[in-house]
């Protein structure tokens, strides 16, 4: 096959942020109708060079041309005008306007042969819901036009922002870590889209940090680090470990090492446990299972299948109804979260700067959240802020937390750092059960691989854990057993290394096992 | 806006009726007293309707705007200094000078909205500190003025208050006055007349103003990008929109609208200045905006009962004599006078339910 021709080519791209070179000098191109995706780890400086594309930031040197024409893009309208449409990682949806009103947003009279820029002009909404109908059709990207974006869930809203695209006759398709939001089978189902835009002359770039995705759906592959292209390459010319290699700057370690558990006493001991979730429909129905010291369970699920209500009645942080719970054979059903941390449970909870930090506070303030009231932190109810002092840079120097001082507010921390504050704080107390819910999602690889490690670390020192994770890699290279939950219950609990993953994607979608294990 | 809503502002709106027309049935018929009752409603309520339509125009658009009550005692006081200027300096004539009134009120709530406008989207000062300042400013500034132009020994009108150029006719007389010239409409006046159709200019613009802001909002383009902009900036900006232009102008319109609300009391309701004199009329429509989901026909409809209940309070003082011994607790008037506010509580305590404000409401937009 010829080569296809280029339509879009940056060359030099430089963008300075405030103490950060985002963008020095990056070239980066585009041929007709292929995927090319943009790999890095968070702060390599895609998201930034892509938001130069789309018009949203200027770049201080470089150009950009689609075919011979040199293009000055001032705001997202000039973008959208050369055909550069942009599905962002956190959706640009209304959630109270219907599908039809989010895709005609910005772009009212389009339709029309001569578009009308009376502010006052009415909105014809059937008519641009019969075009999106022809639209979803023609792409095979199912919406419905009159539903309300909020109540549909994440993979149908971004096949809405790519119609919203498309509406507006993009050529070029930015995909910004379009699967970090998915399910495996949201994601399958937006690679067949994706292949389908191509057929027909789009041409997408889609940005990520996961590998195994690149290697699947990308025609080439460009890797950026520290703001600077590293290389392209094809994914017939490299593998995971170079890619990771690349964008790392090191060799890192995929493959997680470690050596067959141990499993002595049972320290978490969960009885038929019944959970209600926020709207007073039951999300846990009758979970029983227990943790032994030495091994690490995993709790593998499609999101949305119980596993945040299980942990959070697992950490004291949501009522049961029924059903109990015992850690080192204490019944805590019913008890504060505090009295679960004071009988040995670290949490790391599933969303970091909502339930594991007060982004506020200073590293040093984090770091004592479990046990500022006790000696030596607090002495009669007065905050010991040497004890504080010592403690911080101790943690900060052992689990590795890059940071200037104890004393900057955490919020301000990359999230692979903010978690290793949590990480600090949890696994460094006296604990016999640590609880990890999504305990790598949205880090980068450098981080995930030191997770990995300590999970795996505490394992070793005869620490129960329990690991809940969307991602089946994180869960089958990581759990010594594995449950499958769906729909509130326990599907079956099986040994990793009895299992494969088909078989596990299969239980989680709701197959029965055929015999009992 | 939903039904259960509108049928729950419908039975107090009954209620409120039923009560005077209870006690006054006897002396009076009860078809006047509730024609009555409805016209002093309408009337009653139009400063908190276009003060509700200030409130909706500006946080439809993410602008909290607090300072609706100030906008409007500013405009009630430049409004009527307008037409008395134009009356007595200038000698131009009542209906002029009238007109002049309520555009420079307009003008009045649209430059403080500017300054609100300009705080809390160039400067993204706070907004509730924004409208604080908008409200204090207003206080001040009416005093100060009222005092110093027409109190002081050596103001400009020296001592004496001239008098206001009247007040905005009813619609009969008007269309009297303009029907004396044409021939055929003779009937016309007469129709109206007497009946609770004939309101004042302001009153009636804001029923209409319900209408096209509720038009303006759900069906125009610039209604989908004022929402827009007052739910997901950013998404609103990565469509090529304009957050900041769209905000300020919408703010603009609300002031007008605030400003509007402002003719209503010296140039509409009586021909005089009194410093505060809105007395909390634009934190009565902020609660109406809110109770009406921040929509034009709801918070319209909760403006009606803030009006039912002055009504309530006008026709029981009318009627203090025949209330029966066993609701004598209604003859003392402060419990009726308090009847508006015990209402704005009761609704607002949730009687009715949760209401969603726009989601970027009050927060300043950060590329």
Redesign the interface.
Known sequence: MAEKSLTLEMRGITKNFPGVLANDQVDFDLREGEIHALLGENGAGKSTLMNIL?G?YQAEAGEIKIGTEALHLD???DA?RHGIG?V?QH???????SVT?NI??????DHRAAPND??????DRREVARRVQQLSQEYGLEVDPKAIVGDLPVGVQQRVEIV?ALYRQARILILDEPTAVLTPQEADDLFRIVHKLTQRGVSVIFITHKLKEVLAIADRITVMRGGKVVGTTTPQETNENQLAAMMVGREVILKVEKSPAHPTSQVLEVDHLHVRDVRGLEAVRGISFNVRAGEILGIAGVQGNGQTELVEALTGLRRCESGTIKLQNHDLTGKTPRAFTETGLAHIPEDRQRHGLVLSYTIADNLVLCDYYKPPFGLRGVIQQQSLDSHARQLIQDFDIRTPSPYIATGKLSGGNQQKVIVARELSRPVQLVIANQPTRGLDVGSIEYIHKEIIAMRDRGVAVLLVSAELDEIMSLADRIAVIYHGQLVTTVNTTAVTREQLGLWMAGAQPETTA | MDWRRFSFIGIIIILLFGVVVLIGGEQISPLIIISSMLATTLSVATPLTLGALSGIFCERAGVVNIGIEGMMLAAAFFGWLASIYMNSIFEYSPAISLTIGVLAAILTGGLFALLHAWLSITFKVDQIIGGTVINILAIGVTGFLNRQLFFDKGSIFGGNVPHAPGLLPTLSKALTVLCSGAQGCGGLPSLIAGTIFDQKPVAISAILLVIVANYVLFNTRWGLRTRAVGEHPKAADTVGIDVRRVRYINVVIGGMLAGLAGAYFTIESVPSFEPLMTNGRGFIALAAMIFGNWTPFGAWAAALVFGASQALQINLQFFRESIPPAWAFLQQSYVVGLAPYILTMLILTGVIGKTTPPAADGQPYEK
């Open positions: 789309y949203l705001s997202p309208r959208i942009m962002h959706f640009m949806l209304i959630p109270v306007f009103e005609m947003l910005g772009a009212e009279t009376s502010p006052l002009v009415r909105l919203k």
